[in-house]
């Protein structure tokens, strides 16, 4: 039953990796739209 803990009072590197994983989501929704977009352009 050590799955499910507290939110708080948790281990930093659990924590580190959840904004690395949000980061890493922005980022690629950015790249991909930018990617779109790009190619939308140049489409025309």
């Known amino acids: 039953m050590h799955s499910t803990a507290p939110p708080?009072?948790?281990h930093p590197v659990e924590i580190f990796?959840?904004?690395l994983l949000v980061l890493?989501?922005?980022g690629v929704l950015?790249?991909?739209g930018l990617t779109?977009?790009?190619l939308y352009q140049?489409?025309?």
């Open 8 to 10: 708080l009072k948790e």
């Open 17 to 19: 990796f959840e904004i």
């Open 24 to 26: 890493v989501a922005v």
């Open 30 to 32: 950015a790249f991909a």
């Open 36 to 38: 779109v977009k790009k």
């Open 42 to 44: 140049g489409q025309r």
